[in-house]
């Protein structure tokens, strides 16, 4: 799959803000690894916005305009992981601002059925989409923790994620 991510500039001046970004968008439409017929699209990205030196900042995988989020569509049993950075990397070298995701913020949301799957985007997940109900939206939150001496500047990473479906058939 194919990585995005985004650079924002800090503000300087008394009270510095840090501001970054985490996106997990990818160059577009896809289909997942497999034999299953499942098409991954990204939707949203997860954005931190304007951080505060010192300061952790959640990202809920509830909140719409923040989290990461994207849509699978077609069937078969899939097993989705994340490749998830330690930290925001600064443009121009320097110290990481770390990043943490927790065991709860994962998502996936079965829009026909209305259930909700919790998972730990550190962890493998797996479920099955069924054929002729094959939606499901993943989501993903996390933490951004700048340090109290967090150099101002600008940061950004990239999230892989991998889908595998296998035949619906199998």
Known sequence: MAR???????R?????????????LFAGPCQAR?????SVLPVQGLRFGTLSIGIPTVVSPLDGSRRASVELLGSGHVTIT?????????AKGGPLLPLRFNGTDGRVTFPKSGRML????AAPVSFNLPPGQGAATVWLGG??????RQPPGAYSAS???????????T
Do not use: H, K
């Open 4 to 10: 995005r991510s985004a650079i924002f500039p800090l």
């Open 12 to 24: 300087r001046g008394p009270g510095a803000w840090l501001c970054a970004a985490l996106l997990a």
């Open 34 to 38: 497999g034999q299953g017929t499942v």
């Open 82 to 90: 994340f490749e998830l950075p330690s930290g925001l990397s600064a």
């Open 118 to 121: 919790v998972f730990d985007p």
């Open 143 to 148: 933490s951004a923790e700048p340090g109290p």
């Open 159 to 169: 999230i892989t994620v991998n889908v595998v479906v296998a035949n619906p058939a």
